[in-house]
């Protein structure tokens, strides 16, 4: 029993809006729409190739935090994904969107700059967003001491054009829209360059997990994808 489908057809009732709506191109030119798989066991290999055989899913993502499976399906084949065993609903994979804010004035931070001297140091902040600019002059290392090395951005994770890539260090963290480096910045950019803002934990080290495009929207699925790398390595989702 969900809101997400009061009509108890097991299909998200936005998957048919989206499939009518001119907002998105939520359906490609092979017919086929986004969604996510819910089922009421942990997914196997087996119910990934059953999904893929009977109705030609096309597999993006089978997680283990969640009891999902995320990838693509013909629209005439949604009624039959959801009736295949073991399926409980069909979700559809939203659109998510980047938001710019203001933060450190807004919840008073150089109030507890001030109280407590916490700086971030010995800490590692994931953000989840459109990836981080590690050459910025904020964000390229932990403070502006040239004779150290000590990178800030320490490992990144593009779920939207690298997701096979996984040990972090294969690719130098990029940001192709900003925003993920606007979020860094607010963040962790470093104290002492005298160069821009200087983020709420100045000496934090980041982990960049990219989920959103260049265009700054990305699908539900890479967002769970990038969580599900970060709990991989033994990140604390708080």
């Known amino acids: 029993s969900t809101s997400m489908d009061l009509d108890g057809d097991d299909v998200h009732d936005a998957i048919w809006k989206a ?6 191109d939520w359906v490609d030119d092979d ?11 942990k997914p196997t290999v087996q119910d990934q190739i059953m999904l893929e055989s009977e109705v030609g899913f096309h597999t993006q993502f089978r997680y283990n935090l969640i009891d999902s499976i995320a990838g693509r399906v013909e629209i005439t084949k949604i009624v039959d994904l959801a009736d295949l065993p073991g399926v409980v609903l069909v979700e559809l994979d939203g659109i998510l969107t980047v938001q710019m804010s203001d933060v450190n004035d807004i919840h008073g931070i150089p109030l507890i700059w001030e109280d407590t001297g916490y700086t971030g140091a010995g800490s590692v902040v994931s953000i989840i967003d459109t990836g981080i600019d590690s050459s910025h002059v904020g964000l390229d290392d932990l403070d502006d001491d040239n004779s150290t090395d000590d990178a800030k951005v320490i490992a990144f994770y593009d779920a939207v054009n690298y997701p096979g890539l996984t040990n972090g260090t294969e690719i130098v963290a990029y940001d192709d829209q900003g925003h993920g480096t606007h979020c860094a910045g607010t963040i962790g950019a470093k104290g002492n360059n005298k160069v821009g803002v200087t983020g709420v934990a100045w000496n934090v080290r980041l982990m960049s997990l ?14 769970i994808e990038a969580i599900n790398y970060a709990t991989d390595q033994g990140v604390h989702i708080l």
Not at 19 to 24: C, F
Not at 31 to 41: A, C, L, M, P, Y
Request: no cysteine; net charge neutral; hydrophobic share 40%.
């Open 31 to 41: 017919n086929t729409i986004s969604v996510i798989v819910d089922f009421d066991h």
């Open 210 to 223: 990219k989920f959103l495009s260049r265009r700054g929207t990305g699908y539900i699925s890479n967002a």
């Open 19 to 24: 499939i009518a709506s001119e907002l998105y």
